[in-house]
């Protein structure tokens, strides 16, 4: 695996609790990405971040806030969890914008809220 | 209509048969195209990726794009057991939106 690293792995949590998923790579990829995977809907992108403390939103950005402090971390945050939210989230990066090759997904994190 | 549509399948091939997985999408202004191989309960990993119209080829793997159709597919020759996997298409429309679809579930019986 390209080296990244999604913690925790696996986690429940209750409805109105706030959660931090973090996502940590060694490779020095300037592009990150935070993407939620639920059946029938394929790998749909929450938000992206293009350098340190630059973000932007993605197609299903409403819930989640994310930050950047440093290359290698970016933290995806779920202010108020609902069910909803369930789901499993996929970070990944990648080096080349241009032609936007995601090409690394870290392992995955199963969020359960109940 | 899905921005990427791909029939969920299961597909289902015997052992060395060519198995043919089908992509479509319905941005004209699509410019890259990518295919992930997806294991039970693992991320998605990148298998292929074609840019320009004709074929290309990577060992048993064949994409194959057409653009004025807005299609894209994957052939995988000799199917293997382990080739058992969801294979997502990906489309890059342009600036940092890639748009996948929902996969197709191949099954590949020894």
């Known amino acids: 695996d390209a080296g990244i690293t999604q913690s925790p792995r696996h986690k429940v949590t209750e409805t109105g609790t706030p959660v931090t998923l973090r996502c940590h790579q060694t490779?020095?990829?300037?592009?990150m990405y935070w993407y939620r995977q639920d059946p029938g809907h394929g790998l749909r992108l929450i938000h992206y971040s293009y350098g340190v403390k630059d973000t932007d939103k993605g197609e299903v950005s409403d819930g989640y806030s994310v930050s950047r402090s440093k290359t290698e971390d970016f933290l995806l945050t779920l202010e108020s969890a609902t069910s909803s939210q369930t789901s499993v989230y996929f970070c990944?990066?990648?080096?080349?914008?241009?032609?936007?090759?995601?090409?690394?997904f870290g392992q995955g994190t199963r969020l359960t809220v109940v | 209509q899905k921005e990427v549509e791909q029939n969920s399948g299961p597909l289902s091939v015997p052992e060395g048969a060519i198995a043919s997985l089908n992509c479509t999408y319905s941005d004209r202004v699509s410019q890259s195209f990518f295919w992930y191989r997806q294991y039970s309960g693992k991320s998605p990993e990148l298998i292929m990726s074609?840019?320009?119209?004709g074929d290309k080829e990577d060992g048993r793997f064949t994409a194959q794009l057409n653009k004025a159709s807005q299609y894209v597919s994957l052939l995988i020759r000799d199917s293997q057991p382990s080739d058992s996997a969801t294979y997502l298409c990906a489309v890059y429309t342009g600036g940092f939106k890639t748009i996948f679809g929902a996969g197709t579930r191949l099954f590949v019986k020894a």
């Open positions: 990944a990066i990648s080096e080349d914008r241009a032609r936007n090759t995601e090409a690394f």
């Open positions: 074609i840019y320009s119209n």
């Open positions: 490779e020095n990829h300037r592009y």
